[in-house]
């Protein structure tokens, strides 16, 4: 079992920036695919960005504002928020994908964070 802790979030004003973690403890290996989500009061779960094999891929609300990244091992993988908008708003979580699937649909992944607010305000 994979267990993933994110760390990060916090309130920051329109236009400013964070940098989110996730803490992978267990065996992760370097081929799973790690991604992040976000999930608004009243909304369901959106997918936010991946990276598998060195590649990455965004949604388009998030694009050429946020960066996923991550150390060799997968131990570590980070979420840089950028230009953040209210509409940014939400629980972003961390998840984890041993085997390929579609990388933006939540039932791709098999292991969960608990989650860490993200509150932008005007």
């Known amino acids: 079992q994979v267990q993933l802790v994110e760390s990060g979030g916090g309130l920051v004003q329109a236009g400013g920036s964070l940098r989110l973690s996730c803490a992978a403890s267990?065996?992760?290996?370097?081929?799973?695919?790690m991604g992040w989500f976000r999930q608004a009061p009243g909304k369901q779960r959106d997918f936010v960005a991946r990276?598998?094999?060195?590649?990455?891929y965004y949604a388009d609300s998030v694009k050429g504002r946020f960066t996923i990244s991550g150390d060799n091992g997968r131990n570590t993988v980070y979420l840089q928020m950028n230009s953040l908008k209210p509409e940014d708003t939400a629980v972003y979580y961390c998840a984890a994908a041993p085997f390929g699937g579609i990388d933006y649909l939540a039932r791709t992944y098999t292991y969960w964070g608990q989650g860490t607010q993200v509150t932008v305000s005007s």
């Open positions: 990276m598998s094999g060195g590649s990455t």
């Open positions: 267990g065996r992760t290996f370097r081929s799973y695919v």
